[in-house]
């Protein structure tokens, strides 16, 4: 699978951004999917994940209540909906494909990644 992260950017602190990930292949609709990011200096981590028919949804603390991840199956894409930028958000966001009919809070979970894309929230 080859995944296409989009809609990074500079975006002042309080502000909002929604990141795109379009997934090629005819098996998106069976894996359930993940946001994950990596700052300056600092480890990958987990943001958010998706069940694969999108009915269930588990966030990181520091992001539930202003990231929102959704999924379109008959697109193949994955979005990231993130309100009340921080700061502390600005990292490299990388959508990935998770496991299959399942979800995971774990890293080691996801195989397929994306290439990435850049959110600056400047205070």
């Known amino acids: 699978v080859q995944l296409q992260a989009s809609g990074g950017g500079l975006v002042q602190a309080g502000g909002s951004l929604r990141l795109s990930c379009l997934a090629s292949g005819s098996t998106f609709s069976k894996y359930g999917m993940g946001w994950l990011r990596q700052a300056p200096g600092k480890e990958r981590e987990f943001v958010a994940t998706?069940?694969?028919?999108?009915?269930?949804?588990v966030y990181a603390d520091s992001v539930k209540g202003r990231f929102t991840i959704s999924r379109d199956n008959a697109k193949n894409t994955v979005y990231l909906q993130m309100n009340s930028l921080k700061p502390e958000d600005t990292a490299v966001y990388f959508c990935?494909?998770?496991?299959?009919?399942?979800?995971?809070?774990?890293?080691?979970?996801?195989?397929?990644w994306g290439q990435g894309t850049l959110v600056t929230v400047s205070s």
């Open positions: 998706i069940s694969w028919t999108g009915g269930s949804t």
């Open positions: 990935a494909r998770g496991p299959l009919y399942s979800t995971s809070t774990r890293l080691t979970d996801y195989r397929s």
